[in-house]
Nanobody
């Protein structure tokens, strides 16, 4: 069973940065595409980025392009999301999720079978 644990969230001022981590255990992470999602209070969960199993294919939602960067270190079984130039509207719980294919798909929640518990990102002055 694949287990995912996110970390790295926190309170940051507008314009600030964080690096979120998604650490996996139980399976080899290289066999899974990993998506990052976020859910703000009162809103639906939305996809923000996806990285293929090899790391060769990266996808970003329009709202985060140029500000967020996804990467992975399969040797460490960990995926990262570098979030820069943060805005108050980026405030949300951020989740990583694994898809049982190496290729990314769309951000439909049903496409991802394993989920972490989330890490809170709050952008406020």
């Amino acid at each position: 069973q694949l287990q995912l644990v996110e970390s790295g969230g926190g309170l940051v001022q507008p314009g600030g940065s964080l690096r979120l981590s998604c650490a996996a255990s139980g399976r080899t992470l290289a066999n899974y595409a990993i998506g990052w999602f976020r859910q703000a209070p009162g809103k639906e969960r939305e996809g923000v980025s996806c990285i293929s199993g090899s790391g060769g294919s990266l996808n970003y939602a329009d709202s985060v392009k140029g500000r967020f960067t996804v990467s992975r270190d399969n040797a460490k079984n960990t995926v990262y999301l570098q979030v820069n130039s943060l805005k108050p509207e980026d405030t949300a719980v951020y989740y990583c999720a694994a898809r049982v294919f190496r290729a990314c798909s769309n951000y439909a929640l049903r496409e991802y079978q394993y989920w972490g518990q989330g890490t809170q990102v709050t952008v406020s002055s």
